[in-house]
């Protein structure tokens, strides 16, 4: 996807909720894809205690995602989970 993905970073997140469950359960490949791009936003969901539960369900799916794909970002991830 390269850097023109990460546009989609910030607005897709609500699909971390969707009703459709292939939906859902592909967007943590997406964030995977997107890499350190989608830490911070990610992260942001997680911690937001207004955010729906599959929401921020779906952000620690991503980032646990994302730290299997590129272990160099561990460091940033594991003090979010």
Do not use: W
């Amino acid at each position: 996807m390269g850097d023109a993905g990460q546009i989609g970073i910030v607005p897709l997140l609500p699909l971390l909720d969707s009703e459709d469950d292939y939906l859902r359960e592909d967007m943590p490949f997406y964030y995977a894809e997107m890499g350190a791009a989608a830490v911070v936003p990610l992260a942001n969901i997680l911690t937001d205690v207004n955010a729906p539960s599959y929401r921020r369900s779906g952000a620690g799916e991503s980032l646990a995602e994302i730290g299997e794909k590129h272990p160099e970002l561990s460091n940033s991830i594991i003090p979010h989970l």
